[in-house]
């Protein structure tokens, strides 16, 4: 039988010698269907036993084990540390983490026996193999490491997006729109805003220029329809010394020049006049531009983001507006939603101007919850610009510390009823509003379900309604 001599059970056992060889027989087949790993040594830390199943688990021989001490095993660095050695100094159970040349990682439990002098005459230590654990562990930490660092980044771009330039965002859309407008900034390339008035073009083309690798420079803003029309070429573009009546006699540097390196906000650009288009078209084109008066041309480096609240491709098919500028200037297009499209920045947005206009004014109001519910469902035409006005307004205007719905300068609605413009019944007047109420509603969600929802009736009496009135519509034609 294998090893089983290097147990010595002869000298610590009495009974026959054909019981005792069965006995250990038994046992140490016992030992060999055991699934944890069994290491067994001497008092004197002499390696005399170890299982196939501690060879499996460990990735170790038995011939490079047995018979050594565990003093040398350890100094050899086949082990990081003994259990062994640790009991037998100790006298007492220990159990730790245990590393192998081989790169596996065990919990090893050290038992000792005592004789009975009380003298330690062999260890026996049970392994477990935990590599697997260990390797699932450190991919778990890996992973949640790897969540926290986008996380991380998620916030970073967040914070980044919420405060810088002004702008506030939260709402998943414009969150959407200001990633485009991330990624757009690395480039040096021409941007065209689009969007409705007060949508925030301006704070956005800041954004860009501060993304941009023209941040350390110049950004110029030129609102192209508050120039009277005479000027705009002289205020864009400068003019020499003497060039027509009324100049300045040292000449003038224009906008363009100004700007040199950096950025120029074009807003209104749809508002240019034909014959300033064309001079438009040559600075993107050629990259310089020619002072009023001038004979030479100058070479300006200038990065274009312009912006406009009307329909340029409207105004091109009507030839108010030049196509090839256009597409010049078309190259990456980003529309700004407008506020009602984008409803989870309305109260951060509220939040923010309250703050700040309680901090320029020295106030310390606050809105209540009815208040801020009426503001939420509001459409806002004017998009940002409006927020800013109305809450500005009854932050002076208010009475108390506390802003109350009443004193809104908003209706519920956005509804017109034009009630008092033809002689109408109150039932017409109210027949009137209901008819609108449930249209607008239809028109925003798409279905009858959410439509009723918003009304706060059943599906079945919106449903019943709208036929009345569809009813009553067709008979009055």
Same mark, same amino acid.
């Given at each position: 039988m294998e090893n089983m001599d290097l147990l010595n059970f002869n000298e610590l056992l009495n009974g026959d010698e054909e019981t005792l060889k069965l006995k250990i027989r038994s046992l140490y087949n016992i030992i060999e269907c055991s699934y944890d790993g069994i290491y067994i040594t001497d008092g004197q830390a002499n390696t005399i036993f170890l299982n196939s199943a501690y060879e499996k688990i460990?990735?170790?021989?038995?011939? *490079?084990? !047995? %018979?050594?001490?565990?003093m040398d095993i350890e100094k050899c660095g086949y082990i990081s540390k003994s259990a062994t050695l640790m009991v037998?100094?100790? +006298?007492?159970?220990?159990?730790? *983490?245990?590393?192998? #040349?081989?790169?596996?990682?065990?919990?090893?439990?050290?038992?000792?026996?005592?004789? @009975?002098?009380?003298?330690?005459?062999?260890?026996?230590?049970?392994?477990?193999d935990v590599t697997d654990l260990y390797e !699932?562990?450190?991919?778990?930490?890996?992973? @949640?490491?790897?969540?926290?660092?986008?996380?991380?980044?998620?916030?970073?771009? +967040?914070? =980044?997006?919420?405060?810088?330039?002004?702008?506030? /965002?939260e709402d998943e859309n414009m969150l959407k729109i200001l990633t485009m407008c991330k990624k757009v900034s690395n480039v040096d390339t021409t941007v065209l805003l689009l969007g409705e008035t007060g949508v925030g073009k301006e704070e956005i083309s800041k954004y860009i220029h501060k993304n941009s690798k023209r941040s350390d420079k110049g950004f110029i803003k030129v609102n192209c329809g508050a120039i009277p029309e005479n000027l705009i070429e002289s205020e864009l573009f400068g003019y020499e #010394?003497? /060039?027509?009546t009324g100049a300045s006699k040292e000449g003038k540097i224009g906008l363009f020049e100004l700007a040199d390196s950096g950025t120029i906000f074009l807003d209104e650009v749809g508002e240019l006049p034909l014959d300033m288009q064309v001079k438009l078209l040559r600075v993107l084109q050629e990259g310089e531009i020619k002072r009023v008066g001038a004979v030479k041309t100058i070479k300006v480096n200038v990065r274009v983001i312009a912006a406009t609240n009307r329909n340029l491709e409207l105004m091109v098919s009507k030839k108010t507006f030049r196509e090839?500028?256009?597409?010049r200037l078309n190259v990456v297009p980003i529309t700004i939603i407008p506020l009602r499209e984008r409803k989870n920045d309305i109260e951060p947005l509220i939040v923010h101007f309250?703050?700040?206009?309680?901090?320029?004014?020295?106030?310390?109001?606050?809105?209540? @919850?009815?208040?801020?519910? =009426? $503001?939420?469902?509001?459409? %806002?035409?004017?998009?940002?610009? *409006? !927020?800013k006005n109305i809450i500005e307004r009854v932050i002076i205007m208010s009475s108390d510390n506390k802003i109350t719905r009443s004193e809104l300068p908003i209706k519920g609605s956005n509804i017109d009823l034009n009630i008092h413009?033809?002689?109408?019944?109150?039932?017409?007047?109210?027949?009137? !509003?209901?008819? +609108? $109420?449930? #249209?607008? /509603?239809? @028109?925003?969600h798409g279905n009858v379900r959410d439509a009723a929802k918003e009304l706060g009736i059943d599906p079945s009496t919106f449903v019943r309604k709208r036929i009345k009135y569809n009813k009553k519509s067709t008979m009055q034609k």
């Open positions: 460990t990735g170790m021989k038995k011939e *490079e084990m !047995l %018979w050594k001490n565990m037998l100094k100790s +006298r007492k159970d220990i159990t730790i *983490e245990q590393k192998f #040349k081989t790169g596996k990682k065990v919990m090893v439990s050290s038992n000792p026996i005592f004789d @009975e002098q009380s003298n330690i005459v062999m260890v026996v230590t049970n392994v477990r !699932l562990k450190e991919k778990l930490e890996k992973k @949640e490491n790897l969540a926290q660092k986008y996380y991380s980044q998620v916030e970073a771009m +967040r914070r =980044q997006l919420m405060n810088f330039s002004g702008i506030i /965002a #010394k003497g /060039a027509f090839d500028l256009y597409y309250l703050n700040k206009f309680n901090k320029k004014y020295n106030f310390n109001k606050s809105i209540t @919850e009815g208040a801020m519910q =009426q $503001l939420k469902k509001y459409k %806002w035409p004017g998009n940002v610009r *409006e !927020l413009e033809k002689n109408c019944t109150l039932k017409e007047a109210i027949e009137n !509003l209901e008819i +609108r $109420l449930m #249209k607008n /509603a239809f @028109e925003k």
